[in-house]
């Protein structure tokens, strides 16, 4: 039982807001009042009923509303001062940073307290129990609009560091205005208000926003209703409500993704008939999880490899561990990994080892752990995602790292060399040519294919990138492909398994789980593809064998010949392998369409125009193009895998174009052409076997 009432406010302004997940929607006029005020929010109020589990926590969310392009508002508990209340927002833009007059919490686990948030043009108050609590301008308040979502638990979709509020709420509220102060005061959990809010959770009730705007609603790891409250206990569990539904979870038989949480940075290692996956656990500290395959389909999840040492808060791996590389050596394996903890007195990011007489059950070696030497590369900067392996021309060790040269702070590929993998020495950084000027290199590989060197790096949030060179001094120069695919695939490294070079990367979530939402750190293993020589530097990519020979069933096939203004268009399950060859006339642009409205209007377009030398994936919200050299005097080979959100697409096994497609979940399978006729030699729909299910 609760026994004292604590009342908390806050006002702001907001724009329009939406949430998605998993509840019934009630279809009622104040359903349809609330949905069409959604569109139109400016000034706003978020209002919850809380209990503290703890006074001691730092920086989750009692409510926050975001959109998807990763701004939020939102009622945050001790993120920047410990122990008080703060109107959370993006890059702190409507935070007020001071907050040393801020009153600290007092209330003990058994008080009932209400918080508001209050937007009111460029105003921000906040009110404890219908007290001001404090007072400040900001620049220009945020506006939401249709696609936005409410959270409860994570400040906001994007943050990785998985903070979570520990409590419970017993009621939660958005108005589409800004309330008054008596208003505030007058409000009582469980009552109905006027003015009626935008959105309403009387947990009483389950999860249903008894408003109807945010109809879709789910709880993830270890949030649950219990005696009509919402509870929240810390480490990643939280409750999102959307306003519009999403495509259900689709098992994929050709893509791995932990059971919660989201998968980011992948470290692949082959050994012994077994492809070894590591990858980042994009959850509080970033753990290294182990999976392992015989077939690159199937795949076994093995003990997690490292976790954060929580017992040294502010030694070099007490926040979180991030890249690094896995290499054998005397029968002993090493992990070499990044320590990043802004807490650390010796330097932000620093190169830690860990090793392990049988690949599973890893020990840390804290005495090898070094950081950036001030000579060569930069302290206290980054200094991060170390790949190891063996110079054989130099007869040692090297280890490449996405740091910044100590000379002027200009982004690098830096190197150390070691005979033993204990001692490492600093040395010059790689020849880049031309240098790099933004984005530093992470997650580096460099590895030989046929007689060229490759070095793959992704520079922060951007695509991976490619250089090649003929010696593995460089100097390393840009490849005609730039780049491996979209940006939607990040930090892909390769292994080599004797015969292939098997590149790994990760799909990202978009957010709001929306085709226009921001890139998110982290998501979905990618289908895995064979990494390959080309001519002049080019580096090619084409799907697994293993990956194509999962389709082997038919769904429909044709070969129909294509004219500009005769459109054709087929039947198309949801979920599915395009196998296409068509002789394309070079002036000829010919684009696929995925999951194709009724009308043609909406579609997933995979367009190709081999008289610009390029390819590009475009639909209503986003447009990703690069290039891509066909030779039109033989056939074009493409195939496409769509499966659930995610659409990888491969031309001539050469060119790879990636997209999360949340928006569009089914619909035709169509082909066009502009300026001259296509001849199809053939159109394969095909589905694995056995189809997975959704859920």
Not at 143 to 169: M, P, Q, T, W, Y
Not at 313 to 324: A, L, W
Not at 502 to 530: A, F, K, P
Not at 654 to 664: D, G, I, T
């Amino acid at each position: 039982m609760h026994n004292i009432l604590i009342t908390i406010s806050a006002a702001f302004i907001v724009a329009p807001c939406f949430a998605s997940m998993a509840v019934t929607p009630n279809q009622s006029d104040d359903h349809a009042e609330a949905k069409s005020r959604l569109m139109h929010i400016k000034d706003k109020t978020l209002v919850v009923w809380v209990t503290l589990a703890n006074l001691t926590q730092r920086g989750g969310s009692a409510l926050t509303i975001e959109d998807t392009k990763a701004h939020f508002d939102g009622i945050i508990f001790g993120e920047l001062s410990p122990g008080k209340w703060m109107a959370g927002s993006d890059l702190y833009n409507r935070t007020e940073k001071d907050q040393t007059g801020y009153p600290e919490e007092t209330a003990d686990s058994n008080s009932l307290i209400q918080i508001a948030i209050v937007y009111r043009s460029a105003q921000v108050t906040i009110y404890r129990s219908g007290v001001e609590y404090t007072r400040y301008h900001i620049e220009k308040p945020q506006e939401f609009g249709k696609d936005s979502l409410v959270v409860f638990g994570i400040r906001h979709l994007e943050a990785n560091d998985g903070v979570c509020f520990n409590g419970s709420i017993a009621d939660a509220r958005i108005y589409d205005v800004a309330l008054t102060q008596d208003q505030i005061h007058a409000l009582r959990p469980g009552r109905v208000s006027d003015p009626k809010p935008l959105a309403w959770w009387n947990f009483k009730e389950g999860l249903q926003d008894r408003m109807g705007t945010y109809p879709y609603g789910k709880l993830s790891g270890g949030a649950h209703v219990a005696g009509g409250e919402l509870t929240l206990v810390g480490d990643d569990s939280c409750f999102i409500a959307r306003s519009y539904h999403t495509p259900p979870q689709y098992d994929s038989p050709i893509h791995f993704r932990p059971a919660f949480g989201v998968l980011a940075d992948t470290i692949p290692y082959y050994i012994h008939g077994e492809y070894h996956v590591f990858y980042l656990h994009a959850v509080a500290g970033t753990p290294w999880e182990h999976i392992v395959s015989k077939d690159l389909v199937h795949w076994r999840e093995l003990p997690t490899a490292l976790k954060p040492n929580k017992n040294d808060p502010d030694g070099p791996d007490g926040g979180n561990m991030f890249t690094g590389s896995v290499i054998e050596y005397n029968g002993v394996y090493h992990i070499f990994y990044t320590g990043h903890n802004p807490r650390n007195p010796n330097g932000m990011e620093m190169i830690c080892h860990a090793t392990s007489p049988d690949g599973v059950k890893w020990t840390k070696h804290p005495e090898d752990v070094f950081g950036a030497d001030g000579i060569h590369y930069m302290p206290q900067s980054d200094f991060r995602d170390p790949y190891v392996f063996w110079n054989a021309r130099e007869k040692c060790f090297w280890m490449l790292l996405c740091t910044r040269n100590a000379a002027d702070g200009k982004p690098v590929v830096g190197v150390a060399r070691s005979n033993d993998l204990t001692m490492w020495e600093q040395i010059m950084p790689l020849t880049l040519d031309p240098s790099l000027t933004t984005g530093t290199p992470e997650c580096p590989d460099v590895f030989k294919s046929g007689g060229t060197w490759y070095l793959l790096y992704s520079p922060c949030a951007g695509t991976t990138d490619i250089r090649y060179a003929k010696d593995l001094n460089g100097p390393w120069r840009q490849s005609s492909t730039m780049s491996i695919d979209t940006s939607i695939l990040y930090a892909a490294k390769r292994m080599f398994d004797g015969k292939r070079h098997i590149l790994v990367g990760w799909i990202r979530d978009l957010g709001g789980d929306r085709d226009n939402g921001s890139e998110m750190w982290g998501g979905t293993m990618c289908l895995h593809r064979v990494a390959y020589e080309g001519a002049n530097g080019a580096l090619y990519f084409k799907p697994t064998p293993e990956v194509v020979n999962l389709f082997t069933k038919t769904f429909r096939s044709a070969n129909p010949t294509i004219l500009p203004g005769k459109d054709f268009t087929m039947d198309a399950p949801e979920n599915y392998m395009l196998d296409c060859r068509i002789r394309l006339k070079p002036h000829a642009e010919f684009t696929i369409s995925f999951r194709e409205s009724s009308d043609g209007k909406k579609a997933y377009r995979l367009t190709l125009a081999p008289e610009r030398n390029e390819a590009g994936l475009s639909g209503e919200d986003f447009n990703s193009f690069r290039a891509c050299i066909v030779d039109t005097s033989k056939p074009v080979k493409i195939q496409a895998f769509l499966q659930g959100t995610i659409l990888e697409c491969f031309i001539n096994d050469k060119y790879a174009l990636s997209r999360r497609v949340y928006n569009l979940a089914h619909g035709n399978l169509g082909f066009s052409v502009t300026d001259n006729e296509v001849t199809v030699e053939e159109i394969q729909i095909r589905l694995p076997e056995t189809v997975p299910a959704e859920h």
